[in-house]
């Protein structure tokens, strides 16, 4: 009985010094930051909005509001800023009416970027808007 109990001891000890070596790398959590812009569009015109992304990671633009009409749709696009302009990224642009979930997603690198909210060409008058960008 004591051999018995001298073996699930030195077992028990044997389990607990052996640990397994892990390596697998953590991933970094990325923070989301939320910027909110307002502004106005004037017919045949546009609005720009410049943000900082500090790491590389998905980026998601909601246009939140846009009146007179709630329906009207505008455009909406992500890229990069250069003499006051925003040069809108290859397929990083939608025509889209206000709502609650994103209406452009994508993934993008750090650095500045803009958002650009522009007539469409279905403006009759100027449009307040609300844009809302989540990004890393």
């Known amino acids: 009985m004591k051999g018995l109990y001298a073996l699930l001891v030195a077992l028990a000890l044997a389990s607990v010094a052996c640990k397994k070596d892990d390596n697998t790398p953590t ?18 015109s546009s609005a720009i ?20 009409p709630s329906t009207i749709a505008m455009g909406i696009g992500v890229g990069t800023p250069a003499n006051g302009a925003c040069g809108v ?16 997603t994508g993934v ?14 279905n403006q009759t008058a100027a449009v307040s808007y609300t844009v809302t960008v989540m990004h890393p």
């Open 108 to 121: 993008v690198s750090p650095g500045m970027l803009c958002v650009m909210i522009s007539d469409v060409g």
């Open 89 to 104: 990224l290859s397929g990083a642009s939608v025509t889209t009416a206000a709502g609650a979930t994103a209406q452009l």
């Open 27 to 44: 991933t970094p959590t990325v923070t989301s930051k939320t910027e909110t812009f307002t502004g106005t569009v004037q017919v045949k």
């Open 49 to 68: 909005h410049n943000f900082t992304v500090e790491q590389a990671g998905q980026v998601s633009v909601t246009l939140t509001a846009a009146s007179p």
